[in-house]
């Protein structure tokens, strides 16, 4: 009953390091998400992906990429980090069924920080 | 543009207090849908509820209940006889319906509630 798994849950980075988060789902959701959450701003679309092979850009998509694996996953690389990137990243997935939105998932986050 | 605007930063009552989180939306949309979520001080994100822009329908389940009215634009959230348990940040959200963005829903989210629900 994994759901959204995302790796690792913690880490911290030296400014310009490069890092790469993982993301898995075990649902056969086509969609996944990217957001960022950082002190009274909610939660920030970095990028998504509507299904396997595309990507697209969200609210923040600045200093990330994105890798759209397979189905299952979507991983989010940082380049060269910058202490603005320290927040905790979510992971999330959906699915419509042709009837209904489905909420979205989401893993339990990373927490990053950039020194 | 969308945007959802959740004014109060942090509410704080007491144990069996009824207390409602607010909710303010905009958008374009004659089709859209709204979320609550809850993050529990463990970091999770946790559903609690999605609203469809056609159903106006207030909804009941247990404790919680929302009340969301197209004319104000707002889909606010009441616990009733609050619990210690219930001591978490409350996120509301916005999206375009699936059907006319391509099978994905890009959630904007407001800036949370923290309650703080004491013994």
């Known amino acids: 009953n994994a759901g959204v798994t995302q790796t690792p849950k913690f880490q911290v980075l030296k400014t310009g390091q490069s890092m790469t988060l993982q993301c898995a789902q075990d649902m056969n959701h086509n969609s996944m998400y990217w957001y960022r959450q950082d002190p009274g701003m909610g939660l920030r679309l970095i990028y998504y992906?509507?299904?396997?092979?595309?990507?697209d850009k969200g609210e923040v998509p600045n200093g990330y990429n994105v890798s759209r694996l397979n189905k299952r996953e979507f991983s989010l690389r940082l380049e060269s980090a910058a202490p603005s990137q320290t927040s905790v990243y979510f992971c999330?997935?959906?699915?419509?069924?042709?009837?209904?939105?489905?909420?979205?998932?989401f893993g339990d986050g990373t927490r990053l920080s950039i020194l | 543009a969308q945007k959802v605007t959740q004014a109060q930063t942090e509410i704080s009552v007491v144990e069996k207090e009824d207390v409602t989180l607010d909710c303010v939306y905009e958008t374009r949309d004659t089709t859209y849908y709204l979320f609550w979520y809850k993050q529990p001080p463990s970091g999770e994100l946790v559903f609690l509820i999605r609203?469809?822009?056609?159903?106006?329908q207030n909804e009941i389940s247990g404790r919680y209940s929302w009340n969301f009215q197209k004319s104000t634009s707002s889909f606010n959230f009441t616990i009733t006889a609050s619990q210690v348990v219930d001591s978490a940040v409350y996120f509301c959200a916005l999206s375009e319906a699936f059907m006319f963005s391509g099978g994905y829903n890009k959630l904007i989210f407001g800036a949370g509630t923290r309650l703080a629900v004491h013994p």
């Open positions: 992906s509507a299904s396997e092979g595309t990507t």
């Open positions: 609203r469809n822009s056609f159903d106006e």
């Open positions: 999330a997935s959906s699915e419509w069924t042709g009837v209904m939105d489905q909420p979205q998932h």
